[in-house]
């Protein structure tokens, strides 16, 4: 799981003799966030307030924005953003500063008496909202358009409170460049959502530190220019960051980024945890009450940074960067394919498909990566198989109609389903191997497309079916019946692990010579199959047909039958239970397969 981003905040000026002297009509043109094209026209939203002689009028839009750049030249004066304190999973609030403070816009903050309000003006105040999307957020995720569209209500509404908030305020921290809003025409805001990505560069452009955070909060008001727009400016909210959050607070997604809303309104209002404790707990009193009286439900930030404190395990045991979850529907796919091996890989010791690894699978289809699997099964076995984890079929990864890579690559199936590739076994190569299981009472399995063929009965064979779900093998009466019965594509011999590594082995691949390889996937069984055959191979032949690159895919595997696919692909990861000789060629090792290690891998590095 990737770092856990709490709310911690840090108060930055921008204060270039540039910014200060940005006329209205500059702010203003920087303030459009989006393409023309890409705006929506809404609805004009009349709020009527008791509390003010002021009628408030509120204009409210929904936007998409294009580039970090157009947003970037925003900023202007101040900026706020969260932060981790020390790297790691330690999490904590920051001091209050040292003794001689902290200096900010070439001069000290200090603590200020308020000022005397200047008298209001009876006009109409109108409220402007932009609510923007960041491009690199999913087109089609129905929930962050619901969000989207919640907010150009809820912000309005919390504007209004925090308003009428300034009027009573005894706080003795809160700068006061913004006291009342009454002398003003219009008040503007902006809220963009954005992903990790967008908000890290951010970061990265205005603060130099390289890491997304939840909130930034960039105040575009400059007092001295006496506009009659209050320009307070924009609150940029990583909606990545904001959904683990509300994960880990048991809230939802909406419920969050409500919150941190509020914190960034907060921040361009003049309040600054950061100052002192009396600030921390001051702006702390403030959150809850304004979340109190919108009836949103959650913490304020402060406190939620407390809690998490108290909980939090200064020193874990293994740090965990995956992206877990529904974050998934937030990152864009590294990948446009993952090729997965099955025993060894996507299968535990069991033979199972793990509810982690399924829901992972799923939800790389999901966001739009294709899944095909690279087996050595048969393809009516590996379908059998995920079909017990909802995974088959035509919503599923592998179906009759899907492409993938079978039986170690000597079956490859394209669009449609469709046969792309057959290899078979050399007739006197089978024939001797038919030999040699009879001779020594080796069971033996010959793989005929969706058939296994045996010549007697075994309970090893019987375990090839009910253990590793492969087709019943059936047994045939003599060698050439055998033979003559089907196109073989190879032959499996079933013993015990030594037996297959100190006598069927050594024997079969000095017998084979050129005519067949070797290939072993378990520690118990020995395959002999066509000179040349792997997976690798296989998965290049399904690109090509494909019209797909190596560049393209991310494979995962355990066995030696997977090295030449872990080589081919432009990411490799290998199961820590696997071969060494395959962990050796993979780009990373990754945890067993007992321990979700498709998951893990999944999370960790597909998006």
Same mark, same amino acid.
């Given at each position: 799981?990737?770092?856990?981003?709490?709310?911690?905040?840090?108060?930055? =000026?921008?204060?270039?003799?540039?910014?200060?002297?940005?006329?209205?009509?500059?702010?203003?043109?920087?303030?459009?966030?989006?393409?023309?094209?890409?705006?929506?026209?809404?609805?004009?939203?009349?709020?009527?307030?008791?509390?003010?002689?002021?009628?408030?009028?509120?204009?409210?839009?929904?936007?998409?924005?294009?580039?970090?750049?157009?947003?970037?030249?925003?900023?202007?004066?101040?900026?706020?953003?969260?932060?981790?304190?020390?790297?790691? /999973?330690?999490?904590?609030?920051?001091?209050?500063?040292?003794?001689?403070?902290?200096?900010?816009?070439?001069?000290?903050?200090?603590?200020?008496?308020?000022?005397? =309000? *200047?008298?209001?003006?009876?006009?109409?105040? $109108?409220?402007?909202?932009?609510?923007?999307?960041? @491009?690199?957020?999913? %087109?089609?995720?129905?929930?962050?358009?619901?969000?989207?569209?919640?907010?150009?209500?809820?912000?309005?509404?919390?504007?209004?409170?925090?308003?009428?908030?300034?009027? +009573?305020?005894?706080?003795?921290?809160?700068?006061?460049?913004?006291?009342?809003?009454?002398?003003?025409?219009?008040?503007?805001?902006?809220?963009?959502?954005?992903?990790?990505?967008?908000?890290?560069?951010?970061?990265?452009?205005?603060?130099?530190?390289?890491?997304?955070?939840?909130?930034?909060?960039?105040?575009?008001?400059?007092?001295?220019?006496?506009?009659?727009?209050?320009?307070?400016?924009?609150?940029?909210?990583?909606?990545?960051? *904001?959904? &683990?959050?509300?994960?880990?607070?048991?809230?939802?997604?909406?419920?969050?980024?409500?919150?941190?809303?509020?914190?960034?309104?907060?921040?361009?209002?003049?309040?600054?945890? $950061?100052?002192?404790?009396?600030?921390?707990?001051?702006?702390?009193?403030?959150? @809850?009450?304004?979340?109190?009286?919108?009836?949103?439900?959650?913490?304020?930030?402060?406190?939620?940074?407390?809690?998490?404190?108290?909980?939090?395990?200064?020193?874990?045991?293994? *740090?965990?960067?995956?992206?877990?979850? %529904?974050?998934?529907?937030?990152?864009?796919?590294?990948?446009?394919?993952?090729?997965? %091996?099955?025993?060894?890989?996507?299968?535990?010791?069991?033979?199972?498909?793990? $509810?982690?690894?399924?829901?992972?699978?799923?939800?790389?289809?999901?966001?739009?990566?294709?899944?095909?699997?690279?087996?050595?099964?048969?393809?009516?076995? *590996?379908?059998?198989?995920?079909?017990?984890?909802?995974?088959?079929?035509?919503?599923?990864?592998?179906?009759?109609?899907?492409?993938?890579?079978?039986?170690? /690559?000597?079956?490859?199936?394209?669009?449609?389903?469709?046969?792309?590739?057959?290899?078979?076994?050399?007739?006197?190569?089978?024939?001797?191997?038919?030999?040699?299981?009879?001779?020594?009472?080796?069971?033996?399995?010959?793989?005929?497309?969706?058939?296994?063929?045996?010549?007697?009965?075994?309970?090893?064979?019987?375990?090839?079916?009910?253990?590793?779900?492969?087709?019943?093998?059936?047994?045939?009466?003599?060698?050439?019946?055998?033979?003559?019965?089907? +196109?073989?594509?190879?032959?499996?011999?079933? %013993?015990?692990?030594?037996?297959?590594?100190?006598?069927?082995?050594?024997?079969?691949?000095?017998?084979?010579?050129? &005519?067949?390889?070797?290939?072993?996937?378990?520690?118990?069984?020995?395959?002999?199959?066509?000179?040349?055959?792997?997976?690798?191979?296989?998965?290049?032949?399904?690109?090509?047909?494909?019209?797909?690159?190596?560049?393209?895919?991310?494979?995962?595997?355990?066995?030696?039958?997977?090295?030449?696919?872990?080589?081919?692909?432009?990411?490799?990861?290998?199961?820590?239970?696997?071969? @060494?000789?395959?962990?050796?060629?993979?780009?990373?090792?990754?945890?067993?397969? +007992?321990?979700?290690?498709?998951?893990?891998?999944?999370?960790?590095?597909?998006?």
């Amino acid at each position: 799981m990737l770092s856990r981003l709490y709310p911690i905040l840090r108060h930055n =000026r921008l204060s270039s003799p540039e910014a200060r002297e940005m006329t209205r009509a500059a702010l203003h043109h920087h303030a459009r966030l989006l393409h023309p094209q890409l705006a929506r026209s809404s609805p004009r939203i009349a709020l009527a307030t008791t509390a003010t002689p002021n009628r408030l009028n509120v204009t409210s839009s929904l936007s998409s924005s294009s580039s970090s750049s157009d947003f970037s030249s925003m900023f202007s004066r101040r900026f706020h953003a969260l932060r981790n304190i020390g790297g790691g /999973g330690d999490w904590r609030l920051p001091k209050p500063a040292a003794a001689g403070g902290r200096v900010f816009a070439e001069r000290r903050r200090e603590y200020r008496k308020m000022r005397k =309000r *200047a008298p209001k003006r009876k006009q109409e105040l $109108e409220l402007s909202v932009s609510i923007c999307i960041e @491009e690199q957020l999913p %087109d089609d995720d129905t929930e962050i358009q619901n969000i989207a569209e919640m907010l150009r209500v809820n912000v309005p509404m919390a504007m209004k409170l925090a308003f009428n908030g300034l009027k +009573d305020s005894k706080y003795k921290t809160r700068e006061t460049d913004i006291e009342d809003v009454g002398g003003f025409e219009t008040v503007e805001l902006s809220v963009m959502l954005c992903n990790d990505e967008f908000i890290c560069k951010l970061n990265k452009e205005w603060r130099g530190e390289d890491h997304p955070t939840d909130v930034l909060s960039m105040s575009q008001h400059v007092p001295e220019l006496k506009l009659p727009v209050l320009m307070m400016g924009d609150i940029v909210i990583s909606v990545e960051t *904001a959904a &683990r959050q509300a994960a880990e607070r048991g809230h939802s997604l909406l419920d969050e980024i409500r919150i941190l809303v509020i914190h960034g309104m907060l921040h361009l209002l003049g309040f600054d945890h $950061e100052l002192s404790d009396e600030a921390e707990k001051e702006m702390e009193e403030e959150e @809850e009450l304004l979340l109190k009286s919108l009836g949103w439900k959650g913490k304020g930030l402060i406190q939620s940074a407390y809690d998490i404190e108290k909980t939090a395990n200064p020193l874990p045991e293994k *740090a965990d960067d995956r992206k877990k979850g %529904d974050g998934l529907r937030f990152y864009r796919p590294k990948f446009s394919f993952i090729f997965c %091996d099955m025993d060894g890989t996507l299968l535990n010791s069991k033979s199972q498909i793990s $509810e982690a690894n399924a829901k992972a699978l799923k939800e790389a289809t999901l966001r739009g990566l294709k899944v095909v699997i690279a087996t050595g099964k048969s393809r009516p076995g *590996a379908l059998k198989i995920l079909k017990m984890a909802d995974l088959a079929g035509r919503n599923g990864i592998v179906s009759e109609s899907s492409p993938g890579v079978f039986v170690q /690559g000597l079956l490859v199936y394209g669009r449609q389903g469709k046969e792309v590739y057959r290899g078979n076994l050399d007739r006197d190569v089978c024939r001797e191997t038919c030999l040699y299981s009879l001779e020594h009472g080796i069971p033996l399995i010959a793989f005929s497309q969706d058939r296994c063929l045996t010549l007697f009965d075994h309970p090893l064979v019987d375990s090839l079916h009910t253990t590793y779900n492969e087709p019943k093998a059936e047994i045939i009466s003599s060698v050439d019946q055998l033979i003559a019965e089907a +196109d073989i594509q190879k032959v499996i011999f079933m %013993d015990t692990t030594e037996g297959v590594s100190s006598v069927i082995r050594p024997y079969w691949s000095e017998a084979t010579g050129d &005519r067949a390889s070797v290939v072993q996937a378990q520690s118990d069984m020995l395959e002999i199959v066509p000179p040349g055959t792997s997976k690798g191979n296989g998965v290049k032949m399904l690109l090509n047909h494909l019209g797909a690159s190596p560049s393209e895919i991310m494979a995962i595997g355990d066995g030696e039958n997977d090295i030449e696919m872990l080589e081919l692909a432009s990411f490799g990861v290998a199961m820590s239970n696997g071969a @060494e000789k395959t962990k050796a060629v993979a780009d990373v090792i990754g945890v067993s397969n +007992d321990e979700d290690g498709v998951a893990d891998a999944i999370y960790r590095y597909a998006f």
